[in-house]
Nanobody, 123 residues
C-alpha cells in the first residue's frame, strides 16, 4: 500500500528549478501535518542519501551540507503537503527523490515512505 506520494519530478536542464511535493495517499489515513518529513535522493548506482527534513510545525529544518543553499524544504499543513524546492539544478542532482514521514524529532527513524519521483538534469 502506497503511503506517501511524491510528485513534481521530470526532465530539466541544468540551472533550472523544480519543486517536488510529498503528500499522503488518501487511502493511507496519514495526516501528514502530524509528522516530520524528510527527503532523500538516490542517484543511479549510488546509495540513498539524506537531503532535507522538516518538523511537523515547520519551525525546524535540517538540510544536508551538500545541497545547502540550493535546496529548501517547506510545508503547507493546510494542504498536508511538504515541498522540496531545488534551485540551480545540476546534472549530479539526477536521481530518484523520496519522501518519508516520522513522528519523531529529532528523527531516529522513518515509518512511512513514498515510491519516489524521478529527476533528470541534462547539461
Amino acid at each position: 500500500q502506497v503511503q506517501l506520494v511524491e510528485s513534481g519530478g521530470g526532465l530539466v536542464q541544468a540551472g533550472d528549478s523544480l519543486r517536488l511535493s510529498c503528500a499522503a495517499s488518501p487511502a493511507s489515513g496519514i495526516t501528514l501535518s502530524w509528522f516530520a518529513v524528510g527527503w532523500f535522493r538516490q542517484a543511479p548506482g549510488k546509495e540513498r542519501e539524506f537531503v532535507a527534513a522538516i518538523k511537523w510545525s515547520g519551525d525546524s529544518t535540517d538540510i544536508a551540507d551538500s545541497v545547502k543553499g540550493r535546496f529548501t524544504i517547506s510545508r503547507d499543513n493546510a494542504k498536508n503537503t511538504v515541498y522540496l524546492q531545488i534551485d540551480s539544478l545540476m546534472p549530479e542532482d539526477t536521481g530518484d527523490y523520496y519522501c518519508a514521514a516520522t513522528p519523531h524529532w529529532p528523527i531516529t527513524r522513518y515509518d512511512f515512505w513514498g515510491q519516489g519521483t524521478q529527476v533528470t538534469v541534462s547539461s
